[in-house]
């Protein structure tokens, strides 16, 4: 991390990763930043323009279809789904995070959840025709990367799609995280069992020109 605005995630995660703690800076990064006391560098005015993009085109969007938005922060990205008509959960590991999307979607449609992905629930498993990981399993360190990656796999229903938007990074490149960018043999770790690759694009954000992110799509067949 550069941007100044990640300074005091990169500070909180840090401290926590040396207590052998992988998630529990997200508590405290939204708990200072609730008070005034620190930055969260993914709090956007707008959902991901890629999720965006790739919703507008996609022939099932809404209709009741269940979603579910993994990490889902302050909730952008799943008030979203649930204006075009997804039924839509929305889960993060820290509490303030999601009493903080509560407080600024009051009239929502979206059921918020506090759970880690590193150990959801047992119920989710299988039940969502659509799920949104986006650039949350790259701020978990390799340790317990594929443990959440097979977690957020395991939730996609039978005939349902998993997005997954992550920054790139090439095989063999050390990184020093937070985060840490997928490499294409990450990204292709989400095909678990019958839960294939249709496809796996570099996509340059509209917002923001030659900035690349993975944007991969898997079905369940």
């Known amino acids: 991390m550069t941007?100044?605005?990640?300074?005091?995630?990169?500070r909180l995660a840090a401290a926590s990763l040396a207590q052998g703690d992988p998630t529990g800076w997200f508590e405290r990064l939204y708990a200072a930043a609730s008070e005034g006391a620190a930055v969260v560098p993914w709090d956007a005015d707008e959902p991901n323009p890629l999720l965006v993009d790739w919703i507008e085109r996609h022939?099932?969007?809404?209709?009741?279809?269940?979603?579910?938005?993994?990490?889902?922060?302050?909730?952008?990205?799943?008030?979203?789904l649930a204006g075009l008509g997804f039924e839509t959960t929305a889960f993060d590991v820290s509490e303030t995070a999601i009493q903080t999307a509560r407080e600024r979607f009051p009239a929502s449609t979206v059921n918020y959840q506090v759970a880690d992905l590193l150990a959801p629930p047992a119920e989710w498993a299988g039940a969502f025709d659509l799920v949104v990981e986006s650039i949350t399993v790259q701020s978990l360190p390799v340790s317990v990367r594929a443990v959440a990656t097979s977690n957020v796999a395991r939730m996609v229903a039978a005939g349902g799609d998993l997005l997954v938007i992550a920054a790139i990074r090439e095989e063999g490149v050390e990184v020093d995280g937070p985060p840490w960018p997928l490499t294409r043999a990450e990204i292709d770790a989400?095909?678990?069992?019958?839960?294939?690759?249709?496809?796996?694009?570099?996509?340059?954000?509209?917002?923001?020109?030659?900035?690349?992110?993975?944007?991969?799509?898997?079905?369940?067949?």
């Open 59 to 80: 022939e099932r969007a809404g209709g009741g279809m269940r979603a579910m938005v993994v990490g889902c922060g302050l909730g952008r990205d799943a008030e979203h």
């Open 190 to 221: 989400f095909a678990v069992g019958d839960l294939r690759s249709v496809r796996v694009e570099q996509v340059a954000r509209p917002d923001k020109p030659g900035f690349a992110r993975w944007r991969a799509v898997f079905q369940r067949s």
């Open 3 to 10: 941007d100044s605005r990640d300074a005091d995630a990169t």
